[in-house]
């Protein structure tokens, strides 16, 4: 028997008698399940604490755990944030808790004393009230007997405070308040854990959010230019809704089916270094393309950015300067040379006028000094156009038939067009309403256009060369309309034909100001200048000017 207590004893640590020694084994193991219960709070934390998870789901966890061996009825939630003790989560939530997620004010807060000292504190309601802290109201309220508050420790700093509260009063030892204190590091761990994790996945919506909302397409490709992955832009630029994109190269997109060793990519990818490009795409749409190396902490490149700017208006605007360019310097060597014309023309008008005074209108020079007087009236007529252009004088507008402009014009070509065996034929309407303007001007646009007729059939081969003038009136408007049966012209060359210096003729034949000049003086009559062509068939132009106020 001795032998059996005092293995018992050993075992145990027990030495007494038999009732005494089962009321001690009775403790201890309420005392291991004690220990098991707390370390399945912790483990319960750490389980179940995940981003998915709200807060309150976790302090309901916590309570339920915890009320296996404490009397708590309450939980409370601080968080520091910007300076400020935020009371953040209650549970259970109560309507005396109007103030969650409003600040704790500092002055005289058990929750403030708490924090700053860094030490856990066990407050009595009821025997404590000489110390008057806000939190006191809530805790009667509340029906708390006793709350325990604990600092939350994360990284050496606090993070907030925990508050426990329970309707009885209960006497706690060291090892409680360690356990309850190493719970409320391990629920600070886990917060601090969820606030990182949600920095970097904010920080990773951001930039994909900046990633999309570029305007300008960008791409990531691998360093075999396969495209992993690209942003809206990219998709509208390049048409690729509905497309798999997954086994498409980024040279294939940009250079289509050609083979291009030289592109952008290819230089970064054997460089590591940026690389540019100025790509004309198979939709004649102008692109700058950048291509960035992507280098990890090993300075070894893994993909490539590529940056795409659509610069086609940016050109065509450019180009535009440049031709404006261009035609202000025309406009002053018009303007310098109207001006040194103008002088031996008076000279010859004057000359020739008193000539024709002292000769009678019978003899056969006196036909020949009234065909000077007219050319040099006309010469006159086109430096005061050159003026005009120069915007070196003002249209001389009155009103005028457009019959008149085209009878005069064929008085000087119609020789010209007819010697390169085309057939003319002219319609006017006779009864055609005047327009206002200036008619020499409208000359120059009957001008341009029966020209470049003849030039569209200079290049055909027929034998039935043909140009016809038509001159109509409707709706409050005459139209002049020139046809030949030559080449035409392509549909997309139709957009570019009124452009300065587009020209699809020889370098010795024309300009491309033609039909420039001939729409911007339409337009300053009011009108404007229509287009139908089709290539191998010919093209009719169509002159079209508002009738004169008094006509309508």
Known sequence: MSDRLQMIERLV?????????????????????????????????????????????????????????????????????????????????NEVHDNVGNPIP??????????????SYVYLVNADDRNKHIEIPAFK????????VFPLYGKGRILG??????????????????????????????????????????????????????????????????????????????????????????????????????????????????????????????????????INEKEEMYGVIAYIKDVTEKRHFEARMMQSGKLAAIGEMAAGVAHELNNPLTAILGNTQLLMRKVKETEVSHVLLTDIFKCSKRCQDIIRNLLTFSRQDEYLFQTCSINDAVEQVLSLIGYQIRQSHIHL??????E?????GSIQQLEQIII???????????????????????????????????????????????????????????????????LSVSLGIAEAHGGTIDVKSEPGKGSEFILRLPVTKDSM
């Open 13 to 93: 640590g027990v030495s007494s008698s038999k009732i005494s020694y089962y009321t001690e084994l009775k403790r201890t193991i309420d005392e291991m399940k004690k220990k098991n219960t707390q370390l399945e709070i912790i483990n319960e934390v750490m389980r179940s604490f995940n981003i998915d998870m709200s807060m309150d789901d976790m302090l309901k966890n916590i309570l339920e755990k915890l009320q296996q061996i404490f009397p708590f009825k309450r939980l409370s939630l601080s968080i520091f944030k910007s300076g400020q003790l935020i009371l953040t989560n209650v549970y259970p939530h």
């Open 106 to 119: 500092k002055e005289s807060s058990l929750y403030w004393s708490v924090a700053d000292s860094g030490t």
């Open 141 to 148: 309220n509340l029906g708390l007997r006793q709350v325990l």
């Open 161 to 294: 405070i925990l508050s426990l509260g329970s309707a009885r009063q209960k006497e706690y030892d060291k090892e409680d308040l360690a356990f309850l204190q190493q719970l409320s590091d391990q629920l600070a761990v886990c917060i601090e854990n969820v606030r990182l994790y949600n920095e970097v996945l904010n920080s990773k919506k951001e930039w994909e959010q900046t990633f999309l909302a570029v305007a300008d397409p960008i791409m990531l490709v691998d360093l075999n230019g396969i495209i992993l992955r690209c942003n809206g832009s990219a998709y509208s630029f390049f048409q690729l809704d509905g497309k798999n994109i997954s086994h498409m190269t980024l040279d294939e997109l940009l250079y289509s089916e050609q083979t291009e060793p030289d592109s952008p990519f290819q230089e970064t990818r054997n460089t590591k270094e940026t690389a540019y490009r100025e790509i004309t795409l198979l939709d004649e749409s102008i692109c700058e393309v950048h291509t960035f190396p992507i």
């Open 425 to 430: 034929e002219v319609s006017l309407d006779r």
């Open 432 to 436: 055609i309403p005047l327009v206002d």
């Open 448 to 514: 341009n256009l029966l020209l470049n007729a003849k030039d569209a059939l200079d290049e055909v081969s027929k034998t039935d060369k043909e140009i016809s003038i038509r001159t109509e009136s409707c709706m409050g408007e005459v139209t002049l309309s020139v046809i030949d049966n030559g080449t035409g012209i392509d549909s997309k060359e139709i957009k570019e034909i009124f452009h300065p210096f587009y020209t699809t003729k020889e370098a010795v034949k024309g300009t491309g100001l033609g």
